[in-house]
């Protein structure tokens, strides 16, 4: 299993979008890893951009998808399950679902779009699909409300539904996914997780650990998180058997809030043993 961030940045994107702040000129004079789009990750069962439908996870559907399609070689084509995190229009965009039918996509793919969500997400979508022209949308998309700590399968992936700290008004999910005998805790736009999260994951050793660093090297903790609360996150894992010698742990979504550009980023993480994401990485899980 590999996973390949897509994106790697919280909701104004990295250098934010109406910003001339000194990080975002910064990141816009450095350039390279420091460029980072909103938060979007494809799982893969194998190699990166190959596999069957059932061999494709794709995390969240931000306004940056099509970038990511010309910078990443994501193909949409190809995918046959979407999972989302949570309703904001950074990690959700349901609008651009309607170039899946037939006067976009010629032809238009001959399998079901399954998307797992929220009950928030699911309500999205619904008005977004009726504001548009229904005649012309997509037929062969199934939406699926998805419930905490109750696992579905998503072609070959196993995927649990854990509680995010979040937003408040809706049931965020970070998520466990699983594929034969691998294990990835993926937990961005989170803060520290709830106590129900931390018993259910635990005894269960991750292979690799994805999680929110929004404030960089700042703590935060109550609905994102920082290094000090990544380095908390750790510990408390570590306490309840979910990290192994070999594991992992990377962090994402990025903030230019936090302040702290890629190199420096990885000067503060690299003696935790943590690696940094940027658009386009690529790990094995």
């Not at 931000?62 to 970038?67: A, E, G, M, V």
């Not at 039918?101 to 998307?115: D, E, H, K, M, Q």
């Not at 699983?178 to 993926?186: G, I, P």
Request: glycine share 6%; with cysteine; net charge negative.
């Amino acid at each position: 299993m590999k996973i390949q961030y897509l994106g790697t940045a919280a909701a104004e994107g990295w250098p934010a979008l109406f910003c001339n702040c000194e990080h975002c000129e910064t990141a816009r004079i450095l350039g390279r890893k420091n460029i980072r789009t909103r938060s979007q990750t494809a799982i893969y069962a194998n190699e990166v951009g190959s596999g069957t439908t059932d061999e494709i996870l794709l995390i969240d559907l931000p306004p940056d998808t099509y970038l990511h399609v010309l910078q990443h070689g994501l193909r949409l084509d190809k995918i046959a399950h979407l999972v989302i995190t949570h309703s904001h229009d950074d990690h959700f965009k349901p609008s651009e679902l309607i170039y899946r039918c037939g006067i976009y996509a010629n032809p238009v793919p001959n399998f079901t779009l399954n998307i797992y969500g929220n009950e928030k997400v699911h309500d999205l979508y619904k008005k977004t699909m009726q504001e548009l022209d229904t005649d012309q949308w997509p037929t062969n998309i199934k939406f699926h409300v998805v419930e905490p700590f109750k696992p579905f399968s998503a072609g070959n992936f196993t995927v649990t539904p854990l509680l995010a700290l979040h937003d408040i008004t809706e049931q965020c999910f970070i998520y466990m996914i699983e594929l034969a005998n691998k294990r990835l805790l993926y937990a961005n736009d989170t803060g520290i997780f709830p106590t129900e999260t931390f018993n259910y994951i635990a005894n269960k050793p991750f292979d690799t650990i994805s999680l929110d660093c929004t404030s960089c090297g700042h703590k935060e903790g109550t609905n994102h998180m920082g290094l000090p609360d990544a380095l908390e996150v750790k510990r408390r894992l570590e306490g309840l058997k979910c990290i192994k010698d070999t594991t992992k742990i990377i962090l994402t979504h990025f903030s230019h809030n936090g302040g702290t550009c890629y190199d420096a980023m990885l000067d503060l993480a690299e003696p935790h043993n943590f690696e940094v994401a940027f658009d386009g990485a690529v790990w094995n899980v």
